[in-house]
């Protein structure tokens, strides 16, 4: 069974960097033509696809956040990690870690992990 | 890139059958049949309901289908129980390698 951990701090404050990583166990991570994603939920609100990693190093991200994005991946360790650049408040809320198969169809998610921008 | 359009909320009682519906455009939903549809229990990561429009992973109970029409798509939930109260949300690739999700819906089951 696959299975997704994200970590990371829960609090950065304003104008810094926010910096997650997600932990891949149970399945073929570098083989299988996955894609790795980062998606992010507001509370109360919907999601928000930020962008997705292929274990050859090949990204893509939501052109609202691209400025701002930077994924990575280290296939040694099976993680695959999120810097969002000059945070605002906006930007809390619960960062999630995903698999996909390409196409947009996400079968196996991390738990979540809350990220508040505060001073 | 902009969202997809859902209702913020549908309701109805056990037994009966609720269609939540999630609008795009000719970029996303109208072009490409990758269309998912994710359940969400509040404190909890979304669960795969449906993907590419009609297919349920396994697991997944038959009272829950999935339809597509032009620019829209439908999640249809039938015999609905009051474990289906939850949040919905629908999702489509978008093209040129980007995804796009839905606002979300909460489902009542009165």
Avoid at chain 1, 43 to 52: D, Y
Wanted: aromatic share 10%; net charge neutral; proline share 4%.
């Amino acid at each position: 069974q696959v299975q997704l951990q994200e970590s990371g701090p829960g609090l950065v404050k304003p104008s810094q960097t926010l910096s997650l990583t997600c932990t891949v166990s149970g399945g073929s991570f570098s083989s299988g033509g996955y894609y790795w994603t980062w998606i992010r939920q507001p509370a109360g609100e919907g999601l928000e696809w930020i962008g997705r990693i292929y274990a050859s190093g090949s990204t893509n991200y939501n052109p609202s956040l691209k400025s701002r994005s930077t994924m990575s991946v280290d296939t040694s360790k099976n993680q695959f990690s999120l810097n969002l650049s000059s945070v605002t408040a906006a930007d809390t809320a619960v960062y999630y870690c995903a698999r996909d198969s390409g196409s947009g169809t996400h079968s196996y998610w991390g738990q979540g992990t809350l990220v508040t921008v505060s001073s | 890139q902009s969202a997809l359009t859902q209702p913020a909320s549908v309701s109805g009682s056990p037994g009966q059958s609720i269609t939540i519906s999630c609008t795009g455009t000719s970029s996303d939903v109208g072009t490409y049949n990758y269309v998912s549809w994710y359940q969400q229990h509040p404190g909890k990561a979304p669960n795969l309901m449906i993907y590419d429009v009609t297919k349920r992973p396994s697991g997944v109970s038959n009272r829950f289908s999935g339809s597509k029409s032009g620019n829209t798509a439908s999640l249809t939930i039938s015999g609905l129980q009051a474990e289906d109260e939850a949040d919905y949300h629908c999702c489509s690739y978008a093209g040129s390698n980007t995804v796009v999700f839905g606002g979300g819906t909460k489902l009542t089951v009165l």
